[in-house]
């Protein structure tokens, strides 16, 4: 991110190429969902199913080789251990481990809320119009938004 902060900052013609470039594209998505026959790039479909244990693989390996959750492990945690009380790796270990289960829960309700909503949708058409719709609309609405900014990239005094 900072690598293309700093690259944006010192062109600012690619920020904007960058910035129209995604806007077309979020308008591309909202044509596709709009226009007449329209399909919504959301669609429930139905795809190969992999076993537990290959999903389980991704899911981890997504998880360990992500830096964010490095660096917020890295900087956030820390601030919470009081090096005056027990030991400072049982703290960080049981720290972790909070966040590990709160992260689990959360990933587990949007998981079985997304199977439920695909099997809600599935049942009744009506609905994925209406989705539909709404999706296009708000893709329209931010590739309208994203182009007619006149922001550019920030410069740090």
Known sequence: NLGLSVV?????????????AGAAYLAYLAWTALKPGGVSVFTPQDVPHDS???LFMMGLMTNLLNPKIAVMYLSLIPQFIDLEKS??????????SIQIVVSVAVNLTIVLAAGTIAVFLSR????????????????????????LDTSGPVKSS
């Not at 944006?8 to 129209?20: G, H, N, R, S």
């Not at 009744?124 to 182009?147: D, H």
């Open 124 to 147: 009744r058409p009506s609905w994925l119009k209406v989705q539909r719709y709404a999706m296009g609309t708000a893709l329209g609405a931010l590739a309208i938004s994203l182009a």
């Open 8 to 20: 944006f900052i010192a062109v600012p013609e690619l920020y904007f190429a960058v910035k129209l």
């Open 52 to 54: 537990p244990r290959k």
């Open 87 to 96: 030991h400072v790796l049982l703290q960080g270990i049981a720290l972790g």
